[in-house]
DNA sequence: GTTTTTTCTTGATCTATATCAAGGGTTCAT
DNA sequence: ATGAACCCTTGATATAGATCAAGAAAAAAC
């Protein structure tokens, strides 16, 4: 899909906030800008992510997906819940790995190929250590689910996901608990049950607002990286001081 | 510590064929490699890897260790297993996350300070795309193994890591049953009960050797990633073909 | 080559979470 | 407003793998 003349205005602008672009001049990206691609995707609809058909990297613009992958069975593992302003970048996979996104809402994807990613970094270097930048984050952001996953149990993995949402997203759960559940590795059912042991030491969701009593009890289920975004990091009342 | 001169060049010749290196000339590394630092830990030794004091490159020279998290319960998670030749690169890392690097064997790491690595990727854009590559694969494995560790049942992951030691070295499990249990996030015991488990269907281990009864009894743990690396892979006989 | 230590295996039991099932709320379309 | 999906909650039950315990085998130390 081409994009009109005045909506690329607006992307462009939208594009030049991103952290994948922090550092660089609209006049060094303008020849990568030049590239931009566009494209929709319905609700439910589900594109498999390979590095032969996709070797690209999206920026979601507008919409929500989650990327999973589903074995024989039909089991399925969140691996990113992506956002807007979200990366996936499939040219950095392997030729025979792949990824579902799986799209959870009406979703508008920017891409740009494999070719005009390469170009930039080559021309520009504070793109190559942008793009280096991103993957590190991608890496210990795995790093950290892998340990959340494996070592919390049902009700400190929720307890962790209401801090990060009560850290970045302003005590608002930002999606349907069936994907936090999801993406937590566990069965919407437990989800609830871990809520309702919550509850019991005040923390409190009340249509998908976090309410705490005193407003300290979600500190026991943070952890020292989401914490250092908090506004009371290493004070006295936190546990990382 | 400081090596002599006569270890160097050997240092150098190893390091130039690590694939961190690759499509780089020795001059244009001497810079580099002038930087170069060795340091030894014995084993059993735990050093918490995290940005502030370690915003460096490792590359395990020889030796064993894993890198793991613990938490305050004890329990621990096993995020990868760094054999020769391996990388770890806490100066990815961001300040507040940090790793413990447990070694199982007497280790010789060497390492390059942030500064070197800096800049030796402005001065070689080559150098950058490596690095690109080193961290795209990090986040396919971490991936992978997210995918291994939430769906596959205990049997399944043993038979997974078997398909590994078949392709990779030779027949032959690389490490301490207990070690791959770890790495697999499963007890040592289930480990055992998986492998006679396993040997009904063929698949035995014989003091580390895997023995199998036709040939492609473990086809059916394979993942198209490491069978990739397979001698059969997608003819006819290849589950990926 | 014998002892000591570590690693592995096997059996009995326990437990956290999944699964199955059914009812209660919300949201959306008409 | 009313019904139809869909999402969430709660209860009963099942189960894979953890834990506990003890013995066997292998490796390391002497």
């Known amino acids: 899909?081409?994009?009109?003349?005045?909506?690329?205005?607006?992307?462009?602008?939208?594009?030049?906030?991103?952290?994948?672009?922090?550092?660089?001049t609209q006049k060094e990206l303008q020849p990568l800008f030049e590239t931009l691609q566009v494209r929709q995707f319905h609700k439910n609809e589900i594109v498999t992510f390979n590095s032969k058909e996709h070797s690209r990297l999206y920026i979601n613009f507008d919409g929500l997906f989650k990327l999973t992958k589903i074995d024989e069975r039909g089991d399925e593992i969140v691996l990113k819940i992506v956002d807007k302003k979200d990366l996936v970048s499939p040219m950095h996979f392997s030729p025979h790995y792949d990824v579902a996104a799986d799209f959870v809402k009406k979703t508008t994807l920017f891409y740009f190929s494999q070719e005009s990613i390469a170009k930039t970094m080559a021309d520009h270097h504070q793109f190559s250590l942008n793009?280096?930048?991103?993957?590190?984050?991608?890496?210990?952001?795995?790093?950290?689910?892998?340990?959340?996953?494996?070592?919390?149990?049902?009700?400190?993995?929720?307890?962790?996901?209401?801090?990060?949402?009560?850290?970045?997203?302003?005590?608002?759960?930002?999606?349907?608990?069936?994907?936090?559940?999801?993406?937590?590795?566990?069965?919407?059912?437990?989800?609830?049950?871990?809520?309702?042991?919550?509850?019991?030491?005040?923390?409190?969701?009340?249509?998908?607002?976090?309410?705490?009593?005193?407003?300290?009890?979600?500190?026991?289920?943070?952890?020292?990286?989401?914490?250092?975004d908090c506004a009371f990091f290493k004070t006295p009342n936190c546990l990382h001081s």
Chains 1, 2 share one sequence.
């Open 1 to 24: 899909m081409v994009p009109t003349k005045k909506h690329l205005e607006q992307y462009y602008s939208y594009l030049y906030k991103l952290p994948l672009f922090n550092n660089l």
């Open 131 to 228: 793009i280096v930048q991103y993957l590190a984050n991608s890496v210990q952001s795995l790093m950290l689910s892998a340990e959340v996953l494996q070592l919390k149990t049902a009700k400190e993995k929720v307890g962790w996901y209401l801090v990060h949402s009560k850290i970045n997203s302003t005590f608002e759960l930002p999606y349907p608990k069936s994907l936090i559940a999801a993406y937590l590795g566990m069965q919407p059912e437990s989800f609830s049950r871990a809520l309702s042991e919550l509850k019991k030491e005040g923390i409190l969701l009340d249509n998908k607002k976090i309410k705490l009593e005193n407003g300290d009890e979600l500190c026991a289920y943070c952890d020292p990286v989401i914490g250092a």
